[in-house]
């Protein structure tokens, strides 16, 4: 059972053991042919010999009885030979439908592949190095496949989102050429608002490209999160004052510090915080409370806003996802790039980053955890 499972795992044992039976075979067949044929041929070429002779012997009879013996051997030796070359043709033949046969599916997989057809696999028949090799290769396939797919996907993502700005100026220009939009500030700001926007998206498609070719660095150091949030209120408080939110914290006084790069920290928090205050209504009111877990200190942010239905929850993250297009885009929001660089800077820094919510009017929180220093 271990012999054959060992043999299933290993070309070079299998191999082997085919190539010994060919000797084991051919061995075998040299020793039954020297032990019965050969005999039997000597006996029969003597016995021709005796009769021809009439009994007497001397070196003729042995020059005769010799090359008797030679062509005996001969026979058994021609005999043994087609009988190793029929099983060595037989063996190979099934060594190449066990060996070359995925090599070639291989070959050929690798081809498409290089023609840029993806979605091509190749069939794993077993668990030697060419079955490793096979799902190895599949695996490759497959993350090429989903490349190519975030590929198409970004530049389908972001030609809508350049698309919907770029409509609304060119409309609005033309209403004005044709006399048919007022000239007024209003329309010059509407105009000025979505360049804005166009300007914004091309900033975070921008640093989205550096998070994700991590093309930046991170610069990683003890941190005390109070600071953080400190620094982030600041930042976020025009934006808290004009929607009338309130703002609690909850910090406990014996916080351990962070590791983490300060900026980047810094960008998360206030993507979290400032998303929390958008999507609540007036007067609504955020928490920020932070905890000591498991080697990390887990940081949430909670408000009573909006809420996220369930169904969009896994997609939160995710690049251009926004639960509420028009909502987003009239509450002056992103375009859902926001929390996806959040999401690849907290797992940069070793953490975590995660979102739950009651539902449509049940409030968010969104939480990241990052090592903590002891
Ligand atoms: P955006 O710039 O559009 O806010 P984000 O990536 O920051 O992009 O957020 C993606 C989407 O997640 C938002 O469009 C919104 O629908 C949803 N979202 C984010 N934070 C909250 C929140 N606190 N409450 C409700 N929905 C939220």
């Keep these: 059972m271990a012999l054959s499972r060992y043999l299933n795992n290993h070309l070079g044992a299998k191999l082997l053991l085919s190539y010994l039976t060919v000797v084991l075979i051919a061995i075998l067949v040299l020793a039954l042919a020297s032990q019965w044929i050969l005999p039997t041929a000597l006996n029969r070429h003597m016995q021709g010999m005796g009769t021809m002779m009439g009994g007497s012997s001397g070196p003729g009879m042995m020059q005769g009885l010799f090359s008797d013996f030679r062509s005996s051997f001969n026979e058994a030796l021609l005999f043994s030979g087609v009988v190793g070359l029929i099983t060595a043709v037989v063996s190979s033949i099934i060594l190449s439908r066990r060996v070359l046969a995925p090599l070639n599916a ?61 409509t609304a100026i060119g409309g609005s220009m033309e209403g004005l050429i044709d006399g048919v939009l007022p000239a007024t500030e209003e329309t010059y700001e509407q105009i000025r608002g979505e360049t804005e926007r166009l300007s914004r998206l091309v900033d975070d498609l921008q640093e989205l490209s550096r998070v994700e070719a991590r093309a930046y660095e991170l610069k990683i150091r003890p941190l005390e999160i109070p600071d953080l949030v400190r620094t982030v209120i600041n930042r976020v408080a025009p934006q808290l004052e004009s929607g009338h939110i309130a703002l609690e914290l909850s910090l406990p006084g014996s916080l351990p510090r962070v590791l983490a790069d300060e900026d980047r920290a810094i960008q998360v928090l206030t993507n979290l915080v400032a998303n929390a205050a958008q999507y609540s209504a007036e007067g609504g009111r955020v928490l920020i409370s932070a905890a000591a877990s498991r080697g990390a200190v887990r940081v949430l942010v909670q408000d009573e806003g909006v809420g996220i239905p369930p169904e969009h929850l896994p997609h939160i993250f995710d690049r251009f996802y926004r639960v509420d297009k028009s909502r987003s885009r009239r509450a002056g929001g992103g375009s859902g790039i926001g929390l996806t660089i959040a999401k690849y800077l907290v797992e940069a820094m070793q953490g975590r980053i995660w979102a739950e919510s009651g539902g449509e009017s049940q409030g968010s929180t969104f939480g990241f955890t990052l090592p903590s220093e002891a």
């Design 106 to 166: 291989l070959m050929q997989a690798s081809r498409s592949l290089s023609e840029g057809r993806y979605e091509e696999r190749v069939l794993v028949q077993s668990g030697d190095e060419l079955g490793q090799l096979a799902s190895r290769f599949n695996l490759m396939a497959e993350r090429l496949q989903q490349v190519e797919s975030m590929r198409r996907m970004l530049i389908a993502d972001v030609s809508h989102e350049l698309r919907t700005p770029l």
